[in-house]
């Protein structure tokens, strides 16, 4: 389709919207954008918003390619439309709905109960924010079908989002995604959906969910003793202005802590963000604020939840005293080895528990995994894959606990999603662990690389916005998924992964293998001298991502600076290869 003929075709749909029962204001946007920014309105209605690996996200504004109350009510009714076909024999579904500080959440979060409401259903909606990982226990604890959260997660102020949940607490996957979107594509007409039902079928819910919920974090606690000695452990938290203000504090506390020092400034709920660009925990200036805060009180441990808190950044010491910032892949290792070491110690390994992580995250963790006899599972990007993958092994197999690279991370299995409220209050436990053995949790880390290899993982995202950019980002996957590299920093590829095609290429045998993931437009490139480089597109932002991981045996702490240039080197020249 040619430029003009997408202009036609876009302003067909944005006369709809003006011809049809939407309110003023959005119609006054509309007709400015049709006058004055073309560019604008292209981006707003050339296509609609489609699930990805988090649900519903975008710009919020006018236009079916946004965030509005159109889009949500559509993806809403939909939504309630499949779950009355999917749970027909039941006399009564029920769903649950929280949201995050983002403006316009509530407004979202509220409409969408009116919508549930209005199909019959017992809505369960939280009185005010909440963290995501408390409505998944919310779903489950209800033993409800469904819910939702409004949250964009850790996105730019600009953006909000839709996740929808099933009803093992878990976001919703193949088939039910598709199968979602195929109901609201029926959708012709924002008539067709059922706003403003009865306010008798919606409960309000609140603290008591919250003290069940933290009562049950409380009780992954492994080191209660430990703790209690260590409870003036000096810990600055901070919510980046999100959901976790109330309940990272709680959790904390009923470990036992007692000494947590906040960042008044980003206690406030403010869905603009207003002390850091980007509500991000994986970005340095996202924890400035918490930095200085730390410096100030001497304190012994930095956490940082994103808005919807399921996801968690840290700062802790290096052997200068020096606060540093570990990375996704380092947090998750530590928690995965305090995990597996205490299970052990403590008896609970039968041979019937597992760890998961996902395809792009650390081989570290399988290198513990394979030291402690446990099970390891690898699963696509995406928390809704180990919380599938939790649901399938229910009854049979034990659920130890693991993540991804992304700042992500569950331990237990009475939530379905990462959890950063459970995961401050465990990294909070092991730092005390570590100090009970007399080092720090750099200096833990430190033993990991020296017992399992120092593992440098980089990621680079190559952003490419708009409607030319998602086309520039399928033919970088396109070239290479047909012009594939034969080596990268002097190492050959000697193994292939294509999930889209479900295939496994061993290089130099010729023998190919299946998948048995489902399909996912991910590549990865193993390398001869161990390096793993994948790629793949964002399922949530205008963004190509990609992960590299090297590795190389630390024969002594007095080697670390000298090995980790030498695996910064290896990344350089990796990156260098591929072009980027």
């Given at each position: ?431 005390a662990w570590a100090m009970n053995r007399g ?61 889209l095609i479900q295939k496994t290429f061993n ?74």
């Amino acid at each position: 389709m040619d430029s003009k003929d997408l202009l036609n075709e876009v302003k067909s749909k944005a006369r709809k919207w003006l011809d049809g029962n939407y309110d003023a204001e959005t119609k006054a946007e509309i007709r400015k954008m049709m006058q004055d920014d073309e560019e604008g309105l292209i981006d707003a209605f050339y296509k609609d918003l489609e699930f990805g690996t988090g649900g519903l996200r975008g710009i919020m504004g006018p236009g079916t390619n946004r965030m509005n109350i159109y889009t949500v009510g559509m993806a809403t009714q939909g939504y309630s439309n499949y779950l009355k076909k999917e749970f027909s024999v039941l006399d009564q579904i029920s769903v649950c709905i929280a949201h995050d500080p983002r403006n316009n959440s509530r407004k979202f979060a509220e409409a969408a109960a009116g919508i549930f409401s209005g199909n019959g259903f017992k809505v369960y909606l939280f009185d005010s924010l909440r963290p995501t990982p408390e409505l998944s226990f919310a779903i489950r604890h209800f033993g409800a079908q469904g819910g939702i959260v409004i949250t964009a997660s850790h996105n730019p102020k600009e953006y909000n989002g839709f996740k929808a949940y099933w009803d093992d607490g878990g976001q919703v996957i193949s088939p039910h995604d598709t199968n979602i979107i195929d109901e609201v594509n029926k959708i012709k007409s924002i008539d067709e959906i059922r706003f403003n039902g009865p306010e008798k079928n919606i409960e309000i819910i609140g603290k008591e969910i919250d003290d069940i919920y933290t009562d049950k974090i409380k009780e992954l606690s492994l080191s209660p003793e430990i703790i209690e000695k260590f409870k003036d452990l000096k810990i600055v938290y901070t919510p980046i202005h999100g959901t976790g203000v109330k309940l990272v504090p709680m959790a904390l506390k009923k470990f036992g802590f007692r000494n947590i020092i906040n960042v008044p400034e980003q206690d406030i709920n403010d869905g603009n963000f207003p002390t850091v660009v980007s509500p991000n925990p994986e970005e340095p200036a996202a924890l400035k604020m918490a930095l200085d805060k730390a410096r100030v009180t001497n304190a012994d441990l930095v956490m940082a939840t994103d808005p919807d808190a399921d996801r968690v950044g840290i700062a802790v010491k290096d052997l200068n005293g020096d606060f540093i910032l570990l990375n996704g892949n380092q947090t998750g290792s530590i928690l995965v080895y305090y995990l597996l070491t205490l299970w052990s110690e403590k008896g609970k390994l039968t041979g019937k528990e597992y760890v998961c992580k996902t395809i792009v995250t650390t081989e570290l963790i399988a290198d513990m995994a394979g030291k402690f006899n446990v099970e390891l599972y690898n699963v696509l990007t995406g928390f809704k894959f180990i919380a599938d993958l939790i649901r399938s092994h229910e009854g049979s197999k034990t659920f130890i606990g693991g993540g991804e690279e992304s700042y992500g991370y569950l331990a237990g299995e009475f939530v379905r999603d990462k959890d950063a409220v459970m995961s401050c209050a465990l990294i909070a436990e092991a730092t005390a662990w570590a100090m009970n053995r007399g080092k720090s949790l750099y200096e833990l880390l430190m033993d990991i690389y020296i017992e399992f290899g120092f593992y440098k993982e980089s990621l680079t995202n190559v952003v490419k916005k708009g409607k030319s950019g998602a086309e520039e980002i399928q033919k970088m996957m396109d070239n290479l998924r047909d012009n594939p590299p034969l080596s990268l920093n002097h190492s050959d590829v000697i193994i292939r992964h294509d999930y889209l095609i479900q295939k496994t290429f061993n290089i130099k045998t010729g023998a190919e293998e299946v998948i048995r993931l489902p399909k996912s437009n991910v590549l990865q490139f193993i390398l001869e001298d161990g390096s793993k480089i994948s790629v793949r597109p964002s399922g949530t932002e205008p963004k190509i991502k990609f992960y590299f991981s090297v590795n190389k045996p630390l024969p002594s702490l007095e080697k670390y600076r000298e090995t980790e240039k030498e695996l910064e080197s290896r990344i350089e020249s990796i990156k260098k290869d591929l072009g980027i």
